[in-house]
């Protein structure tokens, strides 16, 4: 997958329009087009300003995708940092309650 592929598919993930996007990081809309429509490289400070504003490193945006097709985020990943120091019963508590978040969206 392309960079630019990983930023549209991480645009679309969140429900952006590309004028969203550009409104959220900074870059002109049309350098954003190009990227996707024409095969234009961004910039290293346009990749800078779009994956602050999808709250990811440069480095998670460069990442190899896992089996999931997933990029995790900052928040994610101090989550599941978080989770780890937990033991049996609070998982379970913590479980519990995301699935019931879970399930009111059904």
């Not at 961004?42 to 896992?66: G, R």
């Not at 978040?101 to 059904?106: A, I, S, T, V, W």
Request: charged share 30%; glycine share 2%; with cysteine.
């Amino acid at each position: 997958m392309t960079i630019a592929e990983k930023l549209d598919k991480l645009r679309i993930e969140r429900g952006w329009s590309i004028y969203k996007m550009a409104a959220e990081s900074g870059v002109n809309d049309r350098a954003i087009r190009n990227w996707f429509n024409k095969g234009n490289e961004p910039s290293l400070s346009a990749l800078q300003s779009v994956c602050q504003a999808f709250n990811i490193t440069m480095e998670e945006l460069f990442a190899e995708e896992d089996n999931n097709d997933m990029i995790l985020t900052v928040e994610t990943k101090e989550f599941a940092r978080k989770y780890k120091l937990l033991d049996k019963v609070q998982k379970r508590a913590v479980n519990t309650v995301i699935d019931s978040y879970l399930m009111k969206e059904y």
